[in-house]
């Protein structure tokens, strides 16, 4: 599965434009930098608001009077401190003095629109004058990076544009034809979206409206045109809308908030180019059997089961997932008992031993006692029990299924409780701890019988009586994930004389990374790797007719919202509102024998306690 890298490598770095480059596709949308801020004397603090958010376009309205040139929106609202000159043109000889004779200090350009609104005649004399007294700024045929001037309102007939400074160009309109001459001096088209349209830019625009807006849009790039409307809607649905429409100037009031939409789109989008991952089809033979599991399979996505999450992987792969086959579907609530939103280290406690905690206890109450975790009890009764993360070993979630510390930093003394830990297999990245195959606790674990490799190979040689611990992560240089390539051999070892069954927690732990760093390329690529393991796991369920698969999160992270997406080439825009954990409660899945008590609406750490009164059920055992 690969995203699109063209657009991460060329779009959204900022909202300045680009000379020549006119939009056709998401994908090549180079001139979507391009933002005008409407109306920018408008702004708290005029030019400056539109100048850090990297717009490429600038308006400025203007009134003659007594020989000065004033910005304001109406007669009535004319300020004598408000000038051309105090409000832009000083700022922007200002910022190319700073810049080295640039508009932006990359290099790229922005223009200023002056929207004349007294007549041209007594303007423009005035308007040349001045603009010749900052020459240095606006003479775009010896400085490319220059701000280019670009006049509309009560401007000149087009027959008379050649009688003005060459470095002042004009805005066009759509419906006009214009001479070659004339068009070389028009650097843009612009037009009253009202007039095609009456779309508020909620929901989607009426289909025809659409074509007709999309018409006008094509038109001007067959033209060799930018192009750009004025009194349309100002959202961000509108934003996106644009984008894929090929608009090359967005209009927009908000210049702040549009920055900070174009600056987070590229790690907001995501493309699969139609490259789709086979979704198992389960029989569903065992599904809400009444007999109980021998078998129990937690697949816990770190950070990533948000319905939000989960959907924008299922758009990636062509609207379906392996675990959308899954037909039993709860709402797990997962609140510490100290706070709102939970962190990794109490939710995983809560799941791995039924007791609910305070965030960053690793398998102890709150009050710091310990608490026996699943797979401690399970060994006890003689289920063989593994850990399998792609995170590091004594990672929060991992570390909750076999150690008891009061604090989820204490990792050294975390890596010593596995030393203690009767858990068969456990295999994660590798921690400091037993960074060198010598080290003190690697050493000590071998005196007691327990396998240390890096070799995930190893867990096919292992007998039923042993032990292993396999430090091993993520290689993407070679296009392995460790949940993915270990899976199977983990089943195999577990299943391997065993009459008694067995447990097994797989952690996908980088779906939260993800959406710590707001990067939904990583959201969608961990979740769909975790997603084949989802396949496995039901695969392995229908074989064997006597194994319970659950799926689920910890926890939200990312707050993301979907925006748009398209089912075909598995394409999806989104955004995050924050990049930390979340107070929403998780979807959980559940297949297999007995999976119909694992539906509606429960607590976190009621998933040990329902998991074990199975197995205590099946092994004769009073809960």
Same mark, same amino acid.
């Given at each position: 599965?690969?995203?699109?890298?063209?657009?991460?490598?060329?779009?959204? #770095?900022?909202?300045?434009?680009?000379?020549?480059?006119?939009?056709?596709?998401?994908?090549?949308?180079?001139?979507?930098?391009?933002?005008?801020?409407?109306?920018? &004397?408008?702004?708290?603090?005029?030019?400056?608001?539109?100048?850090?958010?990297?717009?490429?376009?600038?308006?400025?309205?203007?009134?003659?009077?007594?020989?000065?040139?004033? +910005?304001?929106?109406?007669?009535?609202?004319?300020?004598?401190?408000?000038?051309?000159?105090?409000?832009?043109?000083?700022?922007?000889? @200002?910022?190319?003095?700073?810049?080295?004779?640039?508009?932006?200090?990359?290099?790229?350009?922005?223009?200023?629109?002056?929207?004349?609104?007294?007549?041209?005649?007594?303007?423009?004399?005035?308007?040349?004058?001045?603009?010749?007294?900052?020459?240095?700024?606006?003479?775009?045929?010896?400085?490319?990076?220059? +701000?280019?001037?670009?006049?509309?309102?009560?401007?000149?007939?087009? *027959?008379?544009?050649?009688?003005?400074?060459?470095?002042?160009?004009?805005?066009?309109?759509?419906?006009?034809?214009?001479?070659?001459?004339?068009?070389?001096?028009?650097?843009?088209?612009?037009?009253?979206?009202?007039?095609?349209?009456?779309?508020?830019?909620?929901?989607?625009?009426?289909?025809?409206? &659409?074509? %007709?807006?999309?018409?006008?849009?094509?038109?001007?790039? %067959?033209?060799?045109?930018?192009?750009?409307?004025?009194?349309?809607?100002?959202?961000?649905?509108?934003? /996106?809308?644009?984008?894929?429409?090929?608009?090359?100037?967005?209009?927009?009031?908000?210049?702040?908030?549009?920055?900070?939409?174009?600056?987070?789109?590229?790690?907001? &989008?995501?493309?699969?180019?139609?490259?789709?991952?086979?979704?198992?089809?389960?029989?569903?033979?065992?599904?809400?059997?009444?007999?109980?599991?021998?078998?129990?399979?937690?697949?816990?996505?770190?950070?990533?089961?948000?319905?939000?999450?989960?959907?924008?992987?299922?758009?990636?792969?062509?609207?379906?997932?392996?675990?959308?086959?899954?037909?039993?579907?709860?709402?797990?609530?997962?609140?510490?008992?100290?706070?709102?939103?939970?962190?990794?280290?109490?939710?995983?406690?809560?799941?791995?031993?039924?007791?609910?905690?305070?965030?960053?206890?690793?398998?102890?109450?709150?009050?710091?006692?310990? !608490?026996?975790?699943?797979?401690?009890?399970?060994?006890?009764?003689?289920? @063989?029990?593994?850990?399998?993360?792609?995170?590091?070993?004594?990672?929060?979630?991992?570390?909750?299924?076999?150690?008891?510390?009061?604090?989820?930093?204490?990792?050294?003394?975390? *890596?010593?409780?596995?030393?203690?830990?009767?858990?068969?297999? +456990?295999?994660?990245?590798?921690?400091?701890?037993?960074?060198?195959?010598?080290?003190?606790?690697?050493?000590?674990? @071998?005196?007691?019988?327990?396998?240390?490799?890096?070799?995930?190979?190893?867990?096919?040689?292992? %007998?039923?009586?042993?032990?292993? !611990?396999?430090?091993?992560?993520?290689?993407?240089?070679?296009?392995?994930? !460790?949940?993915?390539?270990?899976?199977?051999?983990?089943?195999?070892?577990?299943?391997?004389?065993?009459? %008694?069954?067995?447990?097994?927690?797989?952690?996908?732990?980088? +779906?939260?990374?993800?959406?710590?760093?707001? /990067?939904?390329?990583?959201?969608?690529?961990?979740?769909?790797?975790?997603?084949?393991?989802?396949?496995?796991?039901?695969?392995?369920?229908?074989?064997?007719?006597?194994?319970?698969?659950?799926?689920?999160?910890?926890?939200?992270?990312?707050?993301?919202?979907?925006?748009?997406?398209?089912?075909?080439?598995?394409?999806?825009?989104?955004?995050? #509102?924050?990049?930390?954990?979340?107070?929403?409660?998780?979807?959980?899945?559940?297949?297999?024998?007995?999976?119909?008590?694992?539906?509606?609406?429960?607590?976190?750490?009621?998933?040990?306690?329902?998991?074990?009164?199975?197995?205590?059920?099946?092994?004769?055992?009073?809960?």
């Amino acid at each position: 599965m690969k995203k699109t890298v063209l657009l991460a490598g060329m779009l959204f #770095a900022f909202c300045g434009g680009e000379a020549g480059a006119l939009a056709q596709t998401v994908t090549d949308y180079t001139a979507v930098r391009n933002v005008h801020s409407h109306n920018d &004397y408008c702004q708290n603090l005029p030019f400056y608001t539109a100048y850090s958010a990297r717009c490429a376009s600038i308006e400025a309205d203007i009134f003659a009077v007594d020989g000065e040139l004033y +910005v304001a929106h109406e007669r009535k609202e004319i300020d004598r401190k408000r000038t051309l000159r105090a409000l832009y043109l000083d700022p922007i000889r @200002r910022q190319m003095e700073l810049n080295g004779g640039k508009a932006y200090p990359d290099g790229k350009s922005f223009q200023l629109l002056i929207d004349l609104k007294t007549g041209y005649a007594e303007t423009m004399p005035i308007l040349e004058k001045q603009l010749e007294e900052y020459l240095s700024c606006f003479d775009t045929e010896h400085n490319p990076s220059a +701000v280019q001037i670009v006049i509309t309102g009560n401007q000149p007939a087009p *027959a008379d544009f050649a009688k003005y400074a060459s470095f002042i160009q004009f805005d066009g309109q759509p419906d006009k034809v214009y001479t070659a001459e004339e068009s070389k001096r028009v650097a843009l088209l612009s037009a009253p979206f009202f007039i095609y349209s009456e779309w508020n830019g909620l929901g989607r625009m009426v289909e025809g409206e &659409y074509d %007709k807006v999309k018409t006008v849009i094509d038109q001007a790039h %067959k033209e060799g045109k930018k192009i750009r409307f004025w009194g349309c809607p100002d959202t961000k649905t509108a934003w /996106n809308t644009f984008m894929k429409m090929g608009v090359d100037y967005i209009n927009t009031d908000r210049p702040e908030l549009i920055a900070g939409f174009l600056n987070d789109y590229p790690a907001g &989008y995501y493309s699969s180019n139609g490259l789709f991952h086979d979704v198992y089809q389960p029989t569903y033979a065992s599904d809400n059997a009444g007999e109980l599991p021998q078998n129990v399979i937690v697949l816990i996505s770190d950070g990533g089961a948000g319905q939000a999450q989960m959907w924008a992987a299922a758009t990636a792969n062509g609207g379906d997932l392996n675990l959308m086959q899954m037909r039993n579907i709860a709402l797990v609530r997962n609140n510490p008992t100290n706070d709102y939103t939970t962190d990794s280290a109490g939710a995983g406690t809560a799941l791995a031993t039924g007791v609910q905690t305070r965030n960053r206890r690793i398998g102890t109450d709150p009050e710091g006692n310990t !608490v026996a975790n699943i797979t401690e009890k399970l060994e006890a009764a003689g289920v @063989r029990t593994g850990i399998v993360t792609n995170d590091g070993v004594c990672g929060a979630t991992p570390s909750a299924y076999f150690a008891h510390q009061p604090e989820r930093n204490f990792s050294q003394e975390i *890596a010593g409780d596995l030393l203690n830990a009767p858990v068969h297999l +456990v295999v994660g990245a590798p921690e400091p701890a037993f960074a060198a195959q010598d080290s003190s606790l690697t050493k000590r674990m @071998r005196g007691q019988g327990v396998k240390v490799t890096d070799n995930p190979k190893d867990i096919r040689t292992l %007998k039923a009586d042993e032990r292993m !611990v396999c430090l091993r992560g993520d290689d993407y240089e070679r296009g392995k994930r !460790v949940i993915e390539e270990t899976f199977e051999d983990v089943l195999a070892y577990l299943s391997k004389d065993n009459d %008694k069954g067995f447990f097994l927690m797989v952690e996908g732990a980088k +779906v939260d990374k993800g959406g710590h760093g707001r /990067n939904l390329s990583t959201v969608i690529d961990e979740y769909l790797s975790f997603d084949k393991v989802v396949g496995k796991a039901l695969k392995f369920a229908d074989e064997q007719k006597n194994t319970l698969v659950i799926v689920l999160s910890d926890h939200e992270t990312g707050g993301l919202t979907l925006l748009d997406g398209d089912y075909k080439t598995g394409t999806v825009m989104g955004q995050f #509102a924050t990049n930390d954990h979340t107070g929403i409660p998780v979807l959980l899945y559940a297949y297999g024998p007995s999976s119909q008590n694992f539906r509606g609406f429960f607590r976190n750490f009621e998933l040990e306690q329902k998991i074990m009164k199975l197995y205590n059920s099946r092994l004769g055992k009073k809960d």
